[in-house]
């Protein structure tokens, strides 16, 4: 099985700006998970989506969002950048909750 | 809130030697806990996890990690160690119900031959 793909694999923006990000996990999972990844803070939850709903949210501002389409694929969002944003972001998707989650390469973000 | 720590931040070993790396958890309910590693400019792979059953728990490339409950701990060991287990090793836990995984600060493992 293919795994799990992101993109884009990479990203410049300046602060104030918006972005979207996209995962499309493995065939056949049906939950995602986004995180991310800085030096200073580690890898940290956002939120996890399963059948469309959002099941599990982070401690993360509301300027971070998600969705996930009928056919799984996630999206992430972020508005009005800050430069504190600038970080690895990842995407894990399991078959359900609790079972091993398997990660992308991740998005990096730079916010200029 | 659960945590996860991890004590050793930075471990130097030669090729050969062995290596134990220590992860505690705190939560007081059933948990999942996973060892993952990510490589040098790699994404995040699976070395090994725990969900239920034998406390010692085999994974790949020859890396196993022991599950004491009443330590709250999920050490992974390795007998010897090679130049191509340079990585961060991070360990992760989260309790039965739910995909939230809280990952310990990783561990940089160096090994040199």
């Known amino acids: 099985k293919a795994g799990v793909t992101q993109t884009p694999r990479y990203l410049i923006k300046t602060r104030g700006q918006q972005v979207t990000l996209s995962c499309s996990p493995i065939s056949g999972h049906r939950s995602v998970s986004w995180y991310q990844q800085t030096p200073g803070q580690g890898l940290q939850f956002l939120f996890e989506y399963f059948s469309e709903t959002q099941r599990n949210k982070g401690n993360f501002p509301g300027r971070f969002s998600g969705r996930q389409f009928s056919n799984s694929r996630s999206e992430m969002n972020v508005s009005t950048l800050e430069l504190g944003d600038s970080a690895l972001y990842l995407c894990?998707?399991?078959?359900?909750?609790?079972?091993?989650?398997?990660f992308g390469p991740g998005t990096r973000l730079l916010v200029l | 809130a659960q945590s996860v720590s991890q004590h050793n931040h930075h471990v130097i070993l030669s090729e050969a030697a062995s290596l134990e790396l220590g992860c505690n958890y705190s939560?007081?309910?059933?948990?999942?806990l996973f060892w993952y590693v990510q490589y040098p400019g790699q994404h995040l792979q699976l070395l090994l996890k725990?969900?239920?059953?034998?406390?010692l728990v085999k994974g790949i490339k020859g890396f196993e990690a022991e599950f004491i409950k009443s330590k709250f701990s999920f050490n992974l060991r390795k007998p010897s160690v090679q130049w191509s287990d340079t990585a961060e090793y991070f360990c992760?836990?989260?309790?039965?119900?739910?995909?939230?995984?809280?990952f310990g600060t990783g561990t940089r493992l160096q090994v040199f031959p």
């Open positions: 725990y969900f239920s059953g034998d406390p």
């Open positions: 992760a836990v989260t309790s039965y119900n739910t995909d939230k995984l809280i």
């Open positions: 894990a998707s399991s078959s359900d909750r609790a079972e091993t989650q398997y």
């Open positions: 939560y007081g309910g059933t948990v999942n």
